[in-house]
């Protein structure tokens, strides 16, 4: 379970300093862009805020649905950033972008000088989180002073 939630994967300095940009760069528009701006429009956001429309979470409520999605861009994108747990955070995050991208902006166009509401950022914000969740954090972060182990690259 360890090797799970804290193997950093490549341990190589070129490549940890790679994810280590990757990792801050994305935890951090995340957490500012997105995260706390919810969090500050709480009260108005969780009125009409958009709820799934696939079971199981069609049956949360627009607050629930909001305090997840700050979860998901405020402790995830700040778990990012430390290099903590790095690969659930991604995980979580881009579960939340997928859900952002290709169910609430269905409508939307899919780039954004096609209008408002487009799947671009929910996409560019996923990308990422793909990539920090199939390779981890690097040996730069929490995650690599976890777990001591010599991993092998491949």
Known sequence: MKTFFFDCGPRDATTSLGLFILRVGTGLLMFFGHGLSKIQGFAEKSKGFKVPDFFPLNYMSPPVSLSATIFAEVACAALL????????????????????????????????????????????????????????AGSLSIDGLILKERRRNW
């Open 81 to 136: 950033v430390l290099g903590f747990a790095t690969r659930p955070a991604a995980f979580v995050l881009a579960f939340t972008m997928t859900v952002a991208a290709f169910n609430v902006h269905a409508a939307g166009p899919l780039f954004m000088s096609g209008g408002a509401g487009a799947k671009e950022p929910a996409i560019l914000f996923l990308l990422p989180c793909l990539a920090l969740l199939l390779s981890g």
